[in-house]
DNA sequence: CCGTCCGATTGAAATGATTCAAACAGCGAC
DNA sequence: GTCGCTGTTTGAATCATTTCAATCGGACGG
């Protein structure tokens, strides 16, 4: 029942406590023949090392932070996947935290992490500028922020460029013949949203439309379903229905269709609607849903190893900001469904 | 740029280091006076604890192992998520790990784990049987088994009732007047689709209908949707086309639904569907989908719980095997959609 | 044969919070 | 004035590993 310690392992093999250390973080400098023998004896006690000592020593351990907003939101569980992966194959081990949007959860879990001495952090911050995030820069533990990026040079970070998501949306719908693009948006507070509009617009402007007539705008509190069909429902009842319809994420795209479904109008036919997340629901939707897709995976892939070489090689490590570039998925939703 | 300790904060504050620690971990042993002259100076000085030190002198961290096979999969995403919510109201931290269906990457992580001191362990094991699970019970990790239920009385589990579910699908289109039932599943070595088998073998033998002419199976290679869309395509082709289907999970049914939609099967007057699981899609699907839903964010709060009532209280601990029961949710491919 | 050098091994210091027995201060009772 | 009690505070031992200077043993060159 008493832990077996490197001590025990050094008694068995014949050998100092130094040896054994030697063994397990620098074999090579330890004879073959002893390396075997301590190797022996590691296995017949099933001995595990002791992480918390050499952390304790080093001032640092072989954890990842990574604080997510929700990882129920299919964006941040893919790229808690990615980070996973990364982290798994380099050693490291991942402590996933949600914020939930909220500065003081967000917070407490950066002090947890701190305490427990983290190599880094990933993290998609709730505000920009968060006292606690430059404090835990300030100890030396790295942060890579993600989906958000950096302001400065002075970490790294990797994010998607939704103002080009924006773009390439707008882009589809005014090349099928659109001038005028309906969007359906959350508050303008949401960095995302906002980006995304200026992509509209940006689109529009290289059309030579004016914003003005363009673009029609339609702002729902939450970026979810029900919220969807409410808009939805405002969509159908408006004297001016609109033909070209972009949804700021795909839950809102899916909520809209269904309403446009149920009051008989024809999609893509009489309205086109565009999403954005290519979430898994988005292909087998009502009518498949064109969509605007982020790499998510790449993401958090890229995050934990930006963070990685950074942790280990932090003299010749550059910072870097990395953006993704979003891809469109044309699926029915934008052009008429293959016959049944 | 150099740690603070609690060194320094006793330093700062004029006592000494014993007291700083009484402060932060027993606050009501100390005088309210230097209580406060201590917090000032931890607030000073922005000093966070070395949990490293303290794991290793309590041989235990406050820290919680979750390795599933997938986060991906919204199952096991909502599960981690209500594991990490009970975590940290509790003061814990949960590291996550994929196993991939893989013993050895399982194993991997939890040596790792055993190497972190974590104080508990919640996992969906590969396997019934691990050496490295039992070993990790035997330093004195506690465990509890999640999706699995436990052999014997000696751990906690949460799991739910897959042949419940099972016949709750059954009887749900027996009672809707069929007399055969397709079932598209996976391989019989995976327990879920074994139990919601014997579930539906159940649901037969309780109506009176022989399992010879009342259960018709189908057994696809993985359980994703295009395994449903080629299940559903030898479906279509079949000569004797089936009248009510029940997928062992959702992405199956998902795959099945498109492909009777794209050959004009109508659904549900010609076919019904059902399937298992409720993801997020299941709603959204062409055809609104009739499901079974699991308490997934439910066994991963009650399996926290569990783990961290044994962690703090190990003397008056029984250890649990929890059976959740799955409920049916009833939507439009069983029944006539509305009116459009 | 002695000195030197090199690779292998050792032993002990260092890491930082916790905890517990012991010291201490203050106060009331006798 | 002393004893004892209570409520605070202290200081040192403890946890397991890492690391580095020191040591050891052997080989090789002079």
């Not at 190797?39 to 304790?56: D, K, W, Y």
């Not at 911050?125 to 533990?141: F, K, M």
């Amino acid at each position: 029942m008493r832990r077996v310690g490197i001590k025990d392992v050094a008694r068995l093999a014949g050998v100092s406590v130094g040896t054994v250390s030697h063994v397990l973080n620098r074999p090579e400098v330890v004879a073959a023949t002893t390396r075997q023998r301590v190797e022996q004896a590691i296995g017949e006690l099933g001995f595990v090392r002791n992480s918390a000592a050499g952390t304790l020593r080093a001032g640092r351990s072989k954890v990842l932070g990574l604080v997510v907003m929700d990882v129920t939101n299919p964006f941040y569980t893919d790229i808690a996947r990615g980070a996973e992966d990364v982290a798994q194959v380099n050693g490291y081990v991942v402590i996933l935290g949600n914020s939930d949007e909220s500065d003081d959860k967000e917070s407490n879990y950066l002090r947890v992490l701190q305490e427990q001495q983290v190599a880094g952090v990933l993290i998609t911050p709730v505000h920009d500028d968060s006292t606690r995030l430059r404090q835990l820069r300030d100890v030396g533990t790295s942060v890579v922020l993600v989906d958000r990026p950096a302001q400065g040079v002075d970490q790294c970070s990797v994010a998607v460029d939704n103002v080009a998501g924006g773009r390439l949306a707008a882009e589809h719908l005014l090349g099928l013949g659109h001038d005028e693009i309906t969007f359906v948006t959350g508050p303008a507070a949401i960095r995302q949203c906002a980006d995304r509009r200026a992509g509209v617009k940006a689109a529009l402007r290289a059309a030579g439309i004016p914003a003005a007539t363009g673009l029609r705008e339609f702002v729902v509190p939450a970026m979810n379903t029900a919220s969807g069909r409410a808009a939805g429902e405002k969509l159908v009842q408006g004297k001016r229905r609109p033909r070209a319809i972009f949804c700021a994420n795909d839950l809102l795209a899916v909520g809209v269709l269904h309403v446009l479904l149920r009051a008989g109008v024809r999609v893509p036919e009489d309205v086109m609607i565009v999403g954005y997340d290519d979430i898994t629901s988005a292909e087998s939707a009502a009518i498949p849903l064109t969509t605007v897709r982020q790499p998510t995976y790449q993401m958090g892939h890229m995050a934990a190893e930006l963070m990685i070489a950074e942790c280990e090689q932090p003299q010749h490590h550059a910072h870097q900001q990395i953006l993704f570039q979003p891809t469109l998925v044309v699926r029915s939703t934008t052009k008429a469904s293959p016959p049944r």
